[in-house]
């Protein structure tokens, strides 16, 4: 399996523009996570899906962000306007059922907003 | 979740065994304990986790105290790629992972 994909892998955009994130999980896993890393403030869980449904978002910042899994094999982050302080890495998880904290993470997206 | 303590920082020489302590003294009876670590640039990567019984996989070992307060991550023989932040979590099944400061374990040669 290639693990869990994300893309773009590097995102600069300007202030008040919109990005989307994208991801594709491992096939067959249930569950999908959604993770930003700043250096001020770590590793935070933002979203996370069971079977495409978004399950807890109490961790999305604001309204600008919004999350979607349309299928069982894509989902996307959404910033929209993007901010300087939305500069980040975003991460991109998934597990199975049976094993809901093992979970795989991507490579990431480094985002950067000027 | 229970809180856990670890080092800062740690240094290990290539080819030795490298021990990464983890204190978690509040830890209830329901609480299991994972460790992850983070490759520079990469995501974070699963390693192993446990409930009571000391646990092993291709990877490392977990060893857990008897009264369970505290616990030790064993790379059997580090390499330069095993240099890494080294995260250990106590959560109850089906929480959500929370990721602290963690260990950032630097193995020389």
């Known amino acids: 399996d290639a693990g869990v994909i994300q893309s773009p892998r590097h995102e600069v955009t300007e202030m008040g523009q919109e990005v989307t994130l994208r991801c594709k999980p491992i096939s067959g896993h249930d569950y999908l996570f959604w993770y930003r890393q700043t250096m001020m403030r770590g590793l935070e869980l933002l979203i996370y899906f069971n079977n495409n449904v978004p399950i807890d978002d109490s961790g999305m910042p604001e309204d600008r962000f919004s999350a979607k899994m349309p299928n069982a094999s894509f989902s996307t982050l959404k910033i929209q306007p993007s901010e300087p302080r939305d500069s980040a890495v975003y991460f991109c998880?998934?597990?199975?059922?049976?094993?809901?904290?093992?979970?795989?993470f991507g490579p990431g997206t480094r985002l950067t907003v000027l | 979740d229970a809180k856990t303590t670890q080092p800062p920082s740690m240094d290990c020489a290539e080819g030795r065994a490298a021990n990464l302590p983890c204190n978690h003294s509040?830890?209830?009876?329901?609480?299991?304990v994972y460790w992850y670590r983070q490759i520079h640039s990469q995501g974070p990567q699963y390693i192993i986790h446990g409930l009571k019984n000391n646990e092993t996989n291709e990877m490392a070992s977990l060893i857990i105290t008897e009264d369970r307060k505290s616990s030790t991550l064993i790379l059997p023989h580090a390499t330069l790629r095993d240099t890494a932040v080294y995260y250990c979590?106590?959560?109850?099944?089906?929480?959500?992972?929370?990721f602290g400061a963690g260990t950032i374990l630097r193995v020389k040669s």
């Open positions: 979590i106590v959560m109850e099944y089906g929480n959500k992972l929370v």
């Open positions: 998880a998934s597990s199975l059922a049976g094993d809901y904290n093992e979970q795989f």
């Open positions: 509040t830890i209830s009876g329901n609480e299991y």
